[in-house]
């Protein structure tokens, strides 16, 4: 019974026996070491399952869980000290402080694309938060959920931190039946994400959503194109473009668009060479359903660079795409691989409209050397967080709180966002015995001056 391992870990989190500094230290020293004994077999799983080179899964998977958790150990102490905090007149000479509480036995759902570091990098924050945890990777990657699976239960026991493999809409409700968990962690899709929150709902379970959907890249008149080109590439194609925060579609100033479509093919053949798919260090793509639902793409505007595919290895050279057809799904679905739609704009205000069309994207990359059009696009547009001149990399920032807003998600974590993310900051008002003013307490008849001076 799926329900009983919860429970257990719920007696054992009751012992108190995850609360001190001392006890998450030694289980973040054990995680960082069963990575490191294990990191070429993870390298291996994630290329049986994504075709991604050593290299890139080193970057963007083992090395960001590595990164995280010496990032963790250098200020979990830190983190765990009571903070003292202000205290207003009417309090004093009372003293304030916020004590940072483990929230108790956590649930954490990761989906297929970093497979390792989206299960392990939320782990971490739940560890060092001091809570108990049940991991549930992405059946879609399986050689690394069962990697995962092996390591966990090679160094914590069951009842602290434990993996349950299989199907999502089987395992959940599984974990759910006579279950609260005391904080859920999804990262996946936005379909999903609604299922989830509908269900921690039922129970009041505070939820973290890690969401998707449709990112917009901006070239302005005043970009380096050259270098956009390169940075939106690599977004785009890192990991064959299955990458949440990847740009999704392009929008460019008309006065730059052939010369930033010219940058752009010239970074591709850079980057991936002139035969893309034979290239070892050029992912596949997951899965032959995901495959498929891409190729359908590629006929809804003209090709002006790539468009190749080959269905035995399931890879997709990097394909430009203009005169996008209208209302076409490739505008509707978030992409999710490396096609790339581009649009031309003549003023911000056009380009604000196609990015209206899906509110809330979960990053937004602005490309320009001028600071009243960075500006603009900061303050139209709400999205969870991204970059000026650049792609991807706000997320590799262990100091930038990482996550949606709106369809794109619900929280933050990383770095000490985790921390917070995984405990519940407990504030609490001390106040000395030796000073009991009389106007605090009934009756209250007569004190409305004196009231008015400390509250107005
Ligand atoms: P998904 O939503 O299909 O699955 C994610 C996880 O949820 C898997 O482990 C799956 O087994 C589980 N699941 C599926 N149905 C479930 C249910 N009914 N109840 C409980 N769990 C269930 O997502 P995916 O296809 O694996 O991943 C792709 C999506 O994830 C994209 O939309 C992408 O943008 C998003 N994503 C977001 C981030 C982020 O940090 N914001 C990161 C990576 C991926």
């Known amino acids: 019974m799926l329900v009983q391992i919860p429970q257990a870990q719920q007696q054992y989190f009751n012992t108190g026996a995850t609360l001190s500094y001392h006890f998450r230290k030694q289980q973040l020293l054990m995680l960082q070491a069963v990575i490191r004994k294990y990191e070429s077999a993870i390298l291996e799983a994630l290329y049986t399952d994504l075709g991604k080179s050593a290299e890139e899964a080193y970057a963007s998977e083992v090395g960001f869980t590595l990164n995280e958790i010496k990032y963790t150990l250098a200020h979990l102490r830190k983190w765990m000290q009571p903070q003292s905090v202000r205290t207003n007149l009417l309090n004093l000479p009372g003293s304030s402080k916020l004590y940072y509480d483990p929230l108790g036995v956590v649930c954490i759902i990761a989906p297929w694309n970093y497979p390792f570091q989206l299960l392990i990098a939320p782990l971490i924050g739940a560890i060092a938060g001091g809570n108990c945890a049940v991991l549930k990777p992405s059946e879609l990657a399986p050689a690394t959920s069962a990697l995962v699976a092996t390591m966990i239960a090679e160094v914590f026991e069951q009842q602290y931190i434990a993996v349950v493999e299989g199907e999502g809409h089987t395992v959940l409700p599984a974990l759910l039946q006579g279950f609260r968990f005391a904080h859920i962690f999804f990262t996946g899709s936005i379909p999903v994400g609604k299922a989830i929150y509908q269900m921690a709902a039922a129970q009041l379970v505070p939820v973290t959503l890690e969401l998707g959907g449709k990112s917009p890249a901006i070239v302005t008149a005043n970009a380096n194109v050259k270098v956009a080109a390169d940075r939106i590439v690599l977004g785009k194609c890192l990991n064959a473009g299955q990458t949440c925060v990847a740009p999704d579609y392009l929008l460019v100033h008309e006065s730059v668009l052939d010369a930033t479509i010219t940058a752009l093919k010239d970074s591709i053949?850079?980057?991936?060479?002139?035969?893309?798919?034979?290239?070892?260090?050029?992912?596949?793509?997951?899965?032959?359903?995901?495959?498929?639902?891409?190729?359908?793409?590629?006929?809804?505007?003209?090709?002006?660079?790539?468009?190749?595919?080959?269905?035995?290895?399931?890879?997709?050279?990097?394909?430009?795409?203009?005169?996008?057809?209208?209302?076409?799904?490739?505008?509707?679905?978030?992409?999710?691989?490396?096609?790339?739609?581009?649009?031309?704009?003549?003023?911000?205000?056009?380009?604000?409209?196609?990015?209206?069309?899906?509110?809330?994207?979960?990053?937004?990359?602005?490309?320009?050397?001028?600071?009243?059009?960075?500006?603009?696009?900061?303050?139209?547009?709400?999205?969870?967080?991204?970059?000026?001149?650049?792609?991807?990399?706000?997320?590799?920032?262990e100091h930038l709180p990482f996550g949606g807003i709106g369809n794109s998600g619900i929280g933050t974590y990383h770095g000490k966002h985790s921390f917070y993310t995984f405990t519940h900051a407990k504030p609490i008002l001390k106040t000395p015995t030796w000073f009991n003013p009389a106007f605090k307490f009934p009756p209250f008849k007569g004190k409305m001056k004196l009231f008015k001076m400390f509250m107005k």
């Open 269 to 397: 053949e850079r980057m991936y060479g002139k035969q893309p798919l034979t290239n070892t260090e050029y992912p596949k793509i997951i899965s032959e359903k995901r495959f498929q639902q891409l190729l359908q793409y590629l006929p809804q505007g003209t090709i002006v660079h790539g468009g190749g595919y080959d269905v035995a290895s399931r890879k997709i050279e990097p394909t430009l795409l203009t005169q996008i057809m209208p209302d076409s799904n490739i505008m509707q679905d978030e992409i999710f691989g490396p096609i790339l739609p581009i649009f031309s704009y003549s003023d911000h205000t056009a380009a604000l409209q196609i990015v209206q069309r899906q509110p809330n994207p979960l990053a937004l990359y602005i490309f320009t050397n001028n600071s009243s059009e960075e500006r603009f696009w900061m303050e139209q547009v709400p999205f969870g967080g991204g970059c000026v001149n650049n792609t991807l990399w706000h997320l590799a920032n």
